[in-house]
């Protein structure tokens, strides 16, 4: 898939909280890691695997703000969600996708920026408001809510 590049400062805060000691608990080795790019690797890849997204043999390293991903996905959309699973996590500056998939079809995608909605993000890209569901469904299960979306965050927009 390749390099895609997000904003350092935006997502989900995997470092240093609850969330990031439940995702780290869910993969971590029984004893303690001091490497905090193994532990970042950690709480990213049970973060990911936390959305249920039927990956194989996922790897997940972590170096400077940047996350490589490996593995197999039964689809595109799982390779293409796993990796905005990862990218938009906070502190997350770059996610070299390398999950391998069936062929597909190539998808977009968009940054939200200030003012944003899902609605006016479906106009954009379908001349249409109210196909905001499918926007919304494409980001499941990272999106729990289609009235929260924050500025930096990396949406897929699929193709109709």
């Known amino acids: ?18 969330a990031a000691k439940a995702a780290e608990e869910a993969v971590a080795p029984t004893h303690a890691t001091p490497d905090p790019n193994v532990q970042a ?10 959305q ?12 400077d703000g940047r996350v490589t991903l490996t593995g197999t996905a039964p689809s595109q959309e799982a390779a ?3 990796m905005l699973a990862a990218g938009n996590v906070e502190g997350v500056t770059e996610v070299d996708n390398q999950i391998q998939f069936p ?4 998808t977009r995608y968009h940054d939200v920026v200030k003012g944003d909605t899902l609605s006016a993000i479906a ?15 494409a980001n499941k299960p990272m999106l729990t809510d289609p009235n929260k979306i924050y500025p930096g965050q990396k949406l ?4 109709l």
């Open 156 to 159: 897929r927009i699929p193709a």
């Open 103 to 106: 062929e597909g079809t190539e």
């Open 80 to 82: 293409e969600k796993a």
């Open 1 to 18: 898939m390749g390099l895609f590049s997000f904003i350092k400062g935006a997502g989900e805060k995997l470092f240093g909280g609850k």
């Open 123 to 137: 106009k954009k890209y379908y001349g249409d408001a109210s196909k905001y569901p499918v926007i919304f469904e």
């Open 41 to 50: 690797a950690n709480a990213i890849k049970g973060y990911i695997e936390q």
């Open 52 to 63: 249920n997204l039927a990956l194989e043999n996922l790897g997940v390293t972590y170096a």
